[in-house]
């Protein structure tokens, strides 16, 4: 979901493993020549914008040794499933208020999607995440790992999401990864 860390956690897993690290938003961005995700959205359309991110993944998928931080919205193609299938799909599960307040806290100008011009920035964005994710909710689902900050939180004895930082978070997801390539070497065995 928009919010939930890909790009920050993407980052720090790139650096860990020695990978070249991609943002299909930041491409889209290049190759369109417009320099927002929200810009695009306004001069174009959300369609149009989908149209380059599914392209901008199909060109990644040929790609090896690389960390991809989607955009939220990138699972809702089907083809793009076929495109990240590449690779090891990561879902980064975050708890909608946390995402909320995290949006809250940066302006939702980035984020055409939840972007308003009035009301509590907390309580809009929280709306808005709601319904987007009750739409989006399987499709996460078909992600290899989920990565859940409830669960992280749980692990290390806290109550708060909001106290785990971007590198525990990454941890996470390197043993995930570990066990999925794990069981699937078991399988294949
Ligand atoms: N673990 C974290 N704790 C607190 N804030 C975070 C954490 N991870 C990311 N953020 C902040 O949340 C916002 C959204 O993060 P970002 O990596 O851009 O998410 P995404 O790419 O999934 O939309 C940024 O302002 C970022 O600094
Ligand atoms: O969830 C979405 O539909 C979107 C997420 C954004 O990326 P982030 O998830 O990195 O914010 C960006 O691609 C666009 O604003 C649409
Ligand atoms: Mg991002």
């Given at each position: 979901m928009m919010g939930s860390g890909k790009t920050t956690v993407g980052k720090i897993i790139a650096e860990v493993l020695g990978y070249s690290f991609f943002d299909s938003d930041k491409l889209v961005e290049q190759s369109v020549g417009i320099p927002s995700v929200a810009e695009i959205f306004q001069v174009h359309s959300e369609a149009f914008f989908r149209d380059n991110e599914s392209e901008v993944l199909r060109d990644l998928s040929s790609m090896h040794?690389?960390?991809?931080?989607?955009?939220?919205?990138?699972?809702?193609?089907p083809i793009n499933w076929s495109y990240m299938r590449k690779g090891l799909t990561i879902w980064l599960d975050v708890p909608l208020d946390a995402l909320a307040r995290r949006i809250a806290a940066v302006g939702t100008a980035s984020r055409p999607l939840l972007h308003q011009e009035s009301g509590d920035p907390y309580a809009k964005a929280y709306a808005k995440l709601t319904a987007l994710f009750e739409q989006r909710m399987d499709?996460?689902?078909?992600?290899?790992?989920r990565v859940?900050?409830?669960?992280?939180?749980l692990k290390q004895g806290h109550n708060d999401v909001n106290v785990l930082t971007p590198s525990a978070i990454a941890i996470e997801a390197l043993l995930k990864m570990e066990s999925f390539l794990t069981e699937k070497a078991m399988v294949r065995n």
């Open positions: 040794r690389l960390i991809v931080a989607t955009g939220g919205g990138a699972v809702i193609r499709s996460y689902a078909n992600a290899d790992a859940s900050l409830e669960n992280i939180a």
